[in-house]
């Protein structure tokens, strides 16, 4: 695996809306973003589904909290009213109603002006999935025996649409998987109460 720099453009807004709270990262995986995060002198409260991600996450970075959990459980109470949530990648396995509600939980959780920074897989990411898997929904596969979904710029928009002030929705493609790999970055901050 490659180096993927995405977030260190990102890190002076994470300061400022992270204040003193600890970023609550969905979906850590073994870390990648755990480490630029606490790196960057940040408080990180992480949690992968993958006990084997989410152990190696915590050897990586003995500074963050990182812990075994399903994104649908409730949030860890150490991160009541994040300033920010981190999601790259993690949000991807579930059909549309249960990533819609998702997403209403992320912006409960944040507190009025945080921010969500996210990256989703894109409908044209050929090599990871977006063809040639059984369909569940529009756009949602059954990829190797795991669900993922790809998103386009309208289910973005459909997903963003309603307490959301768009700062960035970025289309561009990694190499971070070796393979080319098109993903959406998608930064957003909670609008209202």
Known sequence: MLTDPW??????LV????GKDSVLEIGCGHGDDTAV??????????????????????IRVPKAVVECRDVRDPFPEQCCEPGVVVASLSLHYFAW????????KIRSTLR??????????????????????PQLESNFFLVDGVPKRFFDEASIES????????ISVEHYFTGKYVKSKALWEVVLEKEGA
């Not at 977030?7 to 002076?12: F, V």
């Open 7 to 12: 977030l260190n453009r990102w890190l002076p």
């Open 15 to 18: 300061r400022e809306r992270a």
């Open 37 to 58: 995060l606490s790196n960057a002198g940040l408080s990180v409260y992480a949690f992968d589904l993958s006990r084997t991600a989410a152990g190696l996450a915590k």
């Open 97 to 104: 109603d249960e990533t819609q509600a998702l997403i209403r």
């Open 112 to 133: 009025p002006g945080g921010i969500l920074l996210c990256r989703l897989n894109s409908t044209q990411d050929r090599n990871f999935g977006a063809s040639g898997h």
């Open 159 to 166: 997903l963003f649409a309603v307490g959301w002030k768009r």
